[in-house]
């Protein structure tokens, strides 16, 4: 007895489900945690390339290479815990900004207030005076003012000073690792790497180089205009997603449609083409899984760069409005080079694959080709189509030229 071919038939494939944005972390926790335990609490946080960020520990942890000499071979190669980028290990660093991040927040803490140390009452303090660097009470203020030698002095409020005074404990110095008591204050622009006064004075004599300050003032406004090109890209694709997952939609309409054709025409001849209609739709599924599946992979490619993007421009924006001048110019490198990848990183706005399709038979021969009846046409099977035509007109051509070289060769 034949089947009701308005039944679902029971080989049919669950389509691919709709691409989707993945959960969005705190700002926070996603430029200055461990992408491995999520923790901000790491011990000896390392930079990707990439710019995320893992501890030491779960890097070792999650290596192929084992052993704890796997963070000192310069051949070893470790994927990022994120978006599982390659790097090779002397291209990790140490991410300053997570330490001064913990510097910040327990300068920031909460404590007693201050009291004022230009008299012996011990009030509270209201204003710190910064020629003096004295914690001044209201009185005191008042007499700061009145006295010919003091009222010049430029006086904070009290927020002010404990916020510069939590700003300024957070800067923390590096040394050189040739010269272990000298501080990392210079910027050798020939080199681009940070340097003490001895190594610009030796290794760097002749190259162009700045202080700290103003070649981070520099840096962050070659930075920022990047950042803004980011922003011009991710427009972009954000334009390309909307394309693709209207396009995704539009697959999955014309599959309705297609299934209503197929299903219709099964049911106008019940014995004969039940088969084939299975068929029909078994090649309409994995033609429409496939058409899926590769807008998906499409999509999840472009989310990948979309991450990316979000994640460079709000680490580099991080970076510059930090304050840290010293961790901004030792992470510029890695900084500037993935902006400029991502920049680079080509973005397709088209989706890959169409959503036309159509559904062809030819009534007038049931009888005569039962097995034939209806095609799926697609357009990447009339392309293959046409692409073996062409390949059998080369290989009758190459053909007929043989035989008329060998009677050539006869007729000599």
Same mark, same amino acid.
């Given at each position: 007895m034949a089947e009701n071919p308005q039944q679902q038939p029971a080989a049919v494939q669950e389509a691919p489900q709709e691409p989707r944005d993945q959960e969005p972390r705190p700002l926070r926790s996603l430029l200055l945690s461990c992408g491995v335990c999520k923790s901000e609490a790491c011990q000896e946080p390392k930079l990707f390339p990439c710019l995320h960020t893992a501890c030491r520990s779960c890097i070792l942890?999650?290596?192929?290479?084992?052993?704890?000499?796997? &963070? @000192?071979?310069?051949?070893?190669?470790?994927?990022?815990?994120?978006? *599982?980028?390659? =790097?090779?290990i002397s291209e990790l660093i140490d991410n300053f900004f997570v330490q001064d991040a913990k510097a910040r927040d327990?300068?920031?803490?909460?404590s007693s207030d201050p009291q004022c140390t230009c008299c012996e009452e011990n009030r509270l303090a209201t204003a710190f005076c910064e020629d003096c660097s004295d914690w001044l009470c209201e009185?005191?203020?008042?007499?700061?003012?009145?006295?010919?030698?003091?009222k010049e002095h430029s006086l904070q409020n009290k927020d002010q000073a404990l916020a510069a005074q939590a700003a300024m404990a957070s800067q923390r110095p590096l040394f050189c690792q040739l010269h272990r008591?000298?501080?990392?204050?210079?910027?050798?622009?020939?080199?681009?790497? &940070? @340097?003490?006064?001895?190594?610009?004075?030796?290794?760097?004599?002749? *190259?162009?180089? =700045?202080?700290?300050?103003?070649?981070?003032q520099n840096h962050k406004q070659f930075l920022q205009t990047l950042v803004e090109k980011l922003q011009e890209k991710k427009t972009y694709i954000q334009m390309a997603r909307t394309?693709?997952?209207?396009?995704?939609?539009?697959?999955?309409?014309?599959?309705?449609?297609?299934?209503?054709?197929?299903?219709?025409?099964?049911?106008?001849?019940?014995?004969?083409?039940n088969k084939r209609g299975k068929q029909l739709l078994s090649e309409l599924q994995e033609t429409t899984k496939d058409r899926l599946n590769k807008l998906k992979a499409q999509d999840e490619e472009i989310l990948r760069l979309s991450l990316a993007v979000d994640?460079?421009?709000?680490?580099?924006?991080?970076?510059?409005?930090?304050?840290?001048?010293?961790?901004?110019?030792?992470?510029?490198r890695h900084i500037t080079n993935q902006l400029k990848n991502i920049l680079r990183t080509r973005c397709e706005p088209n989706p890959c694959v169409p959503s036309a399709?159509?559904?062809?038979?030819?009534r007038a021969f049931v009888a005569q080709y039962i097995s034939r009846l209806g095609v799926l046409l697609t357009t990447e099977g009339q392309r293959e189509q046409e692409r073996q035509q062409q390949q059998l007109q080369q290989q009758q051509q190459q053909q007929q030229l043989q035989q008329q070289q060998r009677q050539q060769q006869q007729t000599s």
């Open positions: 942890a999650n290596s192929n290479v084992a052993g704890p000499g796997v &963070l @000192t071979g310069i051949q070893a190669k470790v994927k990022c815990p994120m978006c *599982h980028a390659e =790097a090779h327990e300068n920031n803490k909460p009185e005191c203020v008042q007499a700061h003012g009145r006295v010919k030698v003091t008591q000298e501080q990392l204050k210079l910027y050798c622009e020939t080199c681009d790497k &940070l @340097t003490c006064r001895d190594c610009q004075l030796l290794e760097h004599k002749e *190259h162009r180089y =700045a202080f700290v300050k103003e070649a981070s394309k693709i997952r209207g396009r995704y939609r539009e697959v999955q309409e014309m599959e309705k449609k297609m299934v209503q054709e197929i299903k219709a025409f099964m049911f106008m001849l019940i014995t004969e083409i994640h460079c421009a709000d680490f580099a924006n991080f970076a510059v409005q930090l304050g840290n001048d010293t961790a901004l110019l030792y992470s510029k399709m159509k559904f062809m038979v030819d």
